[in-house]
């Protein structure tokens, strides 16, 4: 069974990936991998120990020195890294600016593979990202690659920043989204890209539960043995 009962789920950043694959999760009571919290982990550790963004070699060492843990809870991801759990400072828009710079290098790509390999070993996991079902868990049983017009993402981003700071503007979310999407696809090492053989899912004008009701579906119609 191994590798077949995973189901992935990417796309571009504020598509709404974690908050539909936590719920999918939860519906299935399946676990729940958010690895982008991964590489926003290493980048704040990155970050604190004044790695030189310029030099990909240098932060792949860096990156391969690291000791990644990974603890799967029903609503999040909780990352240790080198036994410090840093998942408290991962969500700021610079951090989020210098993850999408630093995942573009192969030698950091290279050196997070091991780790959400070994999550995704017992199977019964849902896990997002930009490459899960290209790169990472090719033969997953489901594949999803959710996405939506930037605008509607950026709105959905500001409304969500928005709460928290009231002094955001939605122009800005929306120019760093486009920067974002932009470094994302177009980085040379596993670009964002649906996988051949992904359910393309536009969630452009559908509400969250629509999407979620779908999802789960087909997941109970594929894993129709485990359920
Ligand atoms: O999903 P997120 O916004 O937390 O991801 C942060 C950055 O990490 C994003 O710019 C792209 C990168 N990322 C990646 O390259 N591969 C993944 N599997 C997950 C995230």
Redesign the pocket.
């Known amino acids: 069974m191994g590798l077949r009962n995973i189901i992935t789920i990417?796309g571009p950043?504020g598509a709404g990936?974690?908050t539909l694959a936590r719920d999918l999760a939860r519906r299935l009571a399946w676990n729940f991998l958010?690895?982008?919290?991964?590489?926003?982990a290493v980048a704040v550790a990155a970050s604190e120990a004044g790695i030189p963004i310029s030099s990909p070699g240098r932060m792949g060492e860096f990156v391969r020195a690291l000791e990644v843990r990974v603890e799967l809870e029903s609503d999040m991801s909780r990352i240790f890294v080198d036994g410090r759990e840093l998942t408290g400072l991962?969500r700021g828009e610079k951090i989020?600016t210098l993850?999408?710079f630093i995942?573009?290098f192969p030698e950091v790509?290279g050196a997070l593979e091991g780790v959400?390999h070994r999550l995704g070993a017992n199977g019964r996991l849902v896990s997002?990202?930009?490459?899960?079902g290209t790169k990472?868990f090719p033969l997953a049983g489901l594949k999803f690659f959710l996405t939506a017009a930037v605008g509607e993402r950026a709105r959905r981003r500001f409304l969500e920043l928005a709460l928290k700071d009231p002094s955001v503007r939605y122009e800005d979310v929306l120019a760093k989204m486009t920067e974002?999407d932009g470094?994302?696809e177009n980085r040379a090492e596993?670009p964002?890209r649906a996988a051949d053989d992904a359910l393309l899912v536009d969630s452009t004008d559908k509400s969250k539960e629509e999407v979620l009701n779908f999802m789960e579906y087909k997941a109970r119609e594929v894993f129709s043995d485990l359920f």
Do not use: N, V
Request: overall charge neutral; hydrophobic content about 25%; cysteine-free.
């Open positions: 990417d950043a990936k974690s958010d690895t982008g919290a991964i590489y926003r991962i989020s993850t999408s995942s573009s790509r959400q997002e990202g930009r490459d899960q990472i974002r470094f994302d596993t964002l």
